[in-house]
């Protein structure tokens, strides 16, 4: 059994064959997915996927890129959410200096709020990092986010910089990137951070592993993220699939 703890089925890129993309997911041994939304209308669509399918979960929250179109009514409304039974988490939200649409100031604060709504709410805070890792690190200290803990989304950042996540009561999700040739980083988060802190996502529809890089990705593919840190960690799939399902498990609060 595997869980693919970050995907965007709720993209327009699947907006003609969701059912079929989430059938193959399930035959092929993806027994649960976490879909993220991120504005009004993903957060929306999201909440149908969770009520229409029993092994889908959401989590509600505000991109950093669209930090400057969030108001406080929508943070309210993200709030009145957090209370069903099926949105496991607060996110994606975090920094992103890579796109420039919304100011870092706004970004900052944005990202402070969702933070503190994790922990008033209880819920896991998803972390989008881009370019920005040094003020992700600094204001997730600062707000002393290990209260609510979380996931540091497709992570490609530096052995170092994992370890100071996860001593904040955060998991490592590593994803498609991780397959890729040169993919220097996450390669070898994957090898030197145990196995009892790492989660296995798609982010799909970006972000293809090898050999399907260029493609859309799917929910399905990520057994090839799962083998892939198999053989770096030289353990059987089975032992990653079974433990990265567990981590998911307790991170998500999923019975």
């Given at each position: 059994m595997y869980i693919d703890t970050h995907v965007h089925l709720n993209a327009d890129q699947y907006e003609n064959d969701v059912d079929e993309v989430i059938s193959r997911a399930f035959e092929a041994g993806v027994e649960k997915m976490i879909v993220i939304g991120f504005d009004r209308k993903t957060i929306n669509k999201a909440m149908e996927l969770v009520e229409q399918y029993p092994f889908?979960?959401?989590v509600v929250g505000w991109h950093p890129v669209d930090a400057i179109?969030?108001?406080e009514e929508d943070l309210?409304?993200?709030e009145s959410l957090a209370k069903h039974p099926k949105v496991v988490g607060i996110g994606e939200t975090g920094l992103d200096y890579y796109w420039d649409k919304s100011p870092k100031d706004i970004q900052q604060e944005l990202f402070r709020k969702q933070i503190r709504l994790a922990q008033k709410?209880?819920?896991?805070?998803?972390?989008?990092?881009?370019d920005a890792t040094a003020d992700v690190v600094r204001i997730l200290k600062e707000e002393e986010a290990e209260k609510s803990g979380g996931i540091m989304h497709c992570f490609s950042g530096s052995v170092e910089t994992a370890k100071e996540c996860i001593?904040?009561?955060?998991?490592i999700s590593l994803g498609g990137p991780v397959t890729f040739k040169n993919a220097k980083m996450p390669k070898?988060?994957?090898t030197e951070i145990p196995l009892k802190h790492l989660l296995i996502e798609t982010d799909a529809p970006y972000l293809t592993p090898h050999p399907y890089r260029g493609k859309r990705n799917e929910p399905v593919y990520v057994t090839l993220v799962a083998e892939e840190?198999?053989?770096?960690?030289?353990?059987?799939?089975?032992?990653?699939?079974?433990k990265t399902t567990e981590n998911a498990m307790e991170i998500y609060n999923i019975k």
């Amino acid at each position: 059994m595997y869980i693919d703890t970050h995907v965007h089925l709720n993209a327009d890129q699947y907006e003609n064959d969701v059912d079929e993309v989430i059938s193959r997911a399930f035959e092929a041994g993806v027994e649960k997915m976490i879909v993220i939304g991120f504005d009004r209308k993903t957060i929306n669509k999201a909440m149908e996927l969770v009520e229409q399918y029993p092994f889908i979960y959401a989590v509600v929250g505000w991109h950093p890129v669209d930090a400057i179109d969030c108001t406080e009514e929508d943070l309210e409304w993200i709030e009145s959410l957090a209370k069903h039974p099926k949105v496991v988490g607060i996110g994606e939200t975090g920094l992103d200096y890579y796109w420039d649409k919304s100011p870092k100031d706004i970004q900052q604060e944005l990202f402070r709020k969702q933070i503190r709504l994790a922990q008033k709410v209880g819920l896991p805070v998803i972390i989008h990092n881009r370019d920005a890792t040094a003020d992700v690190v600094r204001i997730l200290k600062e707000e002393e986010a290990e209260k609510s803990g979380g996931i540091m989304h497709c992570f490609s950042g530096s052995v170092e910089t994992a370890k100071e996540c996860i001593a904040m009561n955060f998991m490592i999700s590593l994803g498609g990137p991780v397959t890729f040739k040169n993919a220097k980083m996450p390669k070898q988060v994957a090898t030197e951070i145990p196995l009892k802190h790492l989660l296995i996502e798609t982010d799909a529809p970006y972000l293809t592993p090898h050999p399907y890089r260029g493609k859309r990705n799917e929910p399905v593919y990520v057994t090839l993220v799962a083998e892939e840190i198999a053989r770096l960690k030289g353990l059987p799939i089975k032992e990653v699939a079974k433990k990265t399902t567990e981590n998911a498990m307790e991170i998500y609060n999923i019975k």
